[in-house]
């Protein structure tokens, strides 16, 4: 996460008297509006429980009314150093640094009265309110934020902050179900996806699910839901494919360990198909700067931001092929995916989805060093035979993407090499069974 203070403001405290409020950015996004005081709580509490060996030089307190030029000096001073409390492993990792990150979100499972042992079931998401009533999910909000600042510094009454449940496996739904808030919380976030048409729903289980609704059978109408096709999956606005063929229009949902495709071809037939995440060896998000295709005369050489999201897809034995979908959601589709790839993972190893989330809150979940790959074809084939399907790649280049892949992630080359002559033995194995195995480190 990258850390700034890019502005300062004046603002008017409770007795009517002024102050300077330092706004801290995480990732370019607003966090929070903080007073000069504030952090140096901050900085005491590292103080206790690091100690001040550790610490980064914080700007002195002043006995006399800061100038402009002073209070400018401060912010870059201050900046400075909750950058260098960032960087540093032990500062940056804990707990009086991330609960001071993480106390926005909180709040509001508290004003739920959501049980802590339930906080990580939940997420909250910035989504954007159609007035045809439709839903289009913007992205999912990180610890850091604070939901007020994020939603109202967009400045359009259309968006909203909703809170829905951040795991996939609906098997987790059990452990939801024996709260009476998230009982209430999964219920209420079936019925509006059942509205909404993200599940689909024939006359006999519609007349069911009334049924049980008018009854106030909350339990038996989410155990009736989760049996009914794409229960759990997230739908994302209509975009567009190059798979099967260039051009597809394409609606595409997340749920149950995969991408769920329903493609318009250009002959106007519909097709239905998946991709499973167990067998994409890695994806990627990439953005670009095009031309605004409604500019005008007093606009010239304006630009956009273009986001898509490729996966590289096990389409057969020792066949991949790249599959990019062209989305501003492109972000939203990859966080999805490693979620889900984060819950197989620890499921896999024994784990259940609090220790995952324990695990995630102190920054040291790490992807295993390969996941096995499903044998079941796609259901969608490409009938386009100009696609050149990427072949099954050799050790030495495997080697390079490899290490390039976690050095982008900021792990050093040396560690990415170690880490790579540890995946060795399970690269044999599938080498001689013949299967891919996924390599694709986590952040």
């Given amino acids: 996460m990258h850390f700034s203070i890019p502005e300062t403001e004046v603002l008017s405290g409770d007795n009517g008297s002024t102050y300077v409020a330092y706004n801290i950015h995480v990732n370019g996004v607003l966090h929070c509006r903080v007073r000069y005081s504030q952090l140096y709580g901050l900085h005491e509490q590292l103080r206790k429980e690091c100690g001040t060996h550790v610490l980064p030089h914080f700007p002195p307190k002043k006995i006399f009314t800061l100038t402009a030029t002073e209070v400018e000096q401060r912010r870059e001073q201050l900046e400075k150093y909750i950058q260098s409390v960032r960087q540093d492993s032990l500062l940056g990792g804990s707990e009086a640094f991330n609960s001071f990150l993480r106390k926005a979100q909180q709040a509001v499972a508290v004003k739920l009265d959501l049980p802590d042992e339930l906080v990580g079931y939940f997420s909250l998401f910035l989504i954007r309110e159609g007035s045809d009533g439709s839903c289009s999910f913007v992205r999912k909000l990180q610890e850091f934020e604070l939901p007020y600042i994020s939603v109202t510094s967009l400045k359009d009454t259309e968006y909203r902050i909703v809170l829905r449940k951040s795991y996939w496996d609906s098997a987790y739904d059990n452990d939801v179900m024996e ?16 509205e909404r048409g993200w599940i689909l729903v024939n006359k006999e289980q ?17 155990s009736l839901a989760q049996t009914l096709k794409y229960y759990g999956y997230i739908k994302f606005d209509p975009c567009i494919t190059d798979f099967p063929e260039k051009g597809c229009h394409v609606i595409v949902s997340a749920g149950n360990n995969e991408l ?30 095009v031309p605004l295709a409604n500019g005008t005369a007093n606009s010239p050489g304006k630009t956009e931001t273009k986001l898509e999201l490729a996966f590289e897809y096990l389409m057969s034995k020792d066949r991949l092929q790249w599959v990019t979908i062209f989305s501003p959601q492109a972000i939203m589709m990859s966080i999805s995916l490693q979620a889900m790839v984060d819950e197989l993972m620890v499921k896999k190893s024994g784990g259940n989805i609090k220790k995952m989330l324990k695990k995630r809150m102190n920054g040291a979940l790490r992807r295993s060093d390969s996941q096995q790959a499903v044998k079941s074809p796609p259901l969608l084939d490409s009938p386009d035979s100009s696609r050149e399907p990427v072949v099954k790649l050799s050790r030495p280049l495997l080697r390079t993407q490899f290490i390039l892949t976690w050095r982008r992630q900021g792990i050093s080359e040396l560690k990415a090499s170690t880490l790579f002559e540890s995946c060795k033995p399970a690269l044999q194995a599938a080498d001689a069974r013949g299967r891919t195995k996924n390599l694709r480190p986590k952040e």
């Fill in 260 to 289: 769920n495709f329903h493609v318009k071809l250009p002959n106007d037939q519909i097709k239905e198909g998946s991709f499973k995440v167990t067998r994409m060896r890695c994806w990627r998000v990439t953005s670009s700067q």
């Fill in 206 to 222: 519609h007349r069911q699910l009334k049924s049980l609704q008018e009854k106030g059978s909350k339990k038996e109408f989410i």
């Fill in 179 to 194: 709260n009476r808030v998230g009982l209430n919380l999964l219920y209420v976030q079936t019925v509006a996806d059942i």
